[in-house]
Nanobody
């Protein structure tokens, strides 16, 4: 069993930066692929970024490429999402997820565990 807890969300202005963190329980975090997804009001949950178990394969949604960076510290059981040049369209609840196969997929159906989410609001 893996428990995930996100933090770092908040209210910012367009152009600002935020760093989200996702702390995972369990001793096998280092073997899991990790992903970030987001859900805006009235919309389906969407892929944002993902990393394989060792960080060797990283993926981003086109909408965040060049602005967001996913990283992980296996020694701290933590994955991060650095978000720069935030836009109002980035407003959403952000979720982290863990994939026991270690791939770091862009499909939410590949993930086994989810956090409770953290709200990010970007004002114009």
């Amino acid at each position: 069993q893996v428990q995930l807890v996100e933090s770092g969300g908040g209210l910012v202005q367009a152009g600002d930066s935020l760093r989200l963190s996702c702390a995972a329980s369990g001793r096998i975090f280092s073997t899991y692929g990790m992903g970030w997804f987001r859900q805006a009001p009235g919309k389906e949950r969407a892929f944002v970024a993902a990393t394989s178990w060792n960080g060797g394969r990283i993926k981003y949604a086109d909408s965040v490429k060049g602005r967001f960076t996913i990283s992980r510290e296996n020694a701290k059981n933590t994955v991060y999402l650095q978000m720069n040049s935030l836009k109002p369209d980035d407003t959403a609840v952000y979720y982290c997820a863990a994939d026991h196969l270690g791939y770091g997929s862009s499909s939410e159906y590949e993930y086994d565990y989810w956090g409770q989410g953290t709200q990010v609001t970007v004002s114009s």
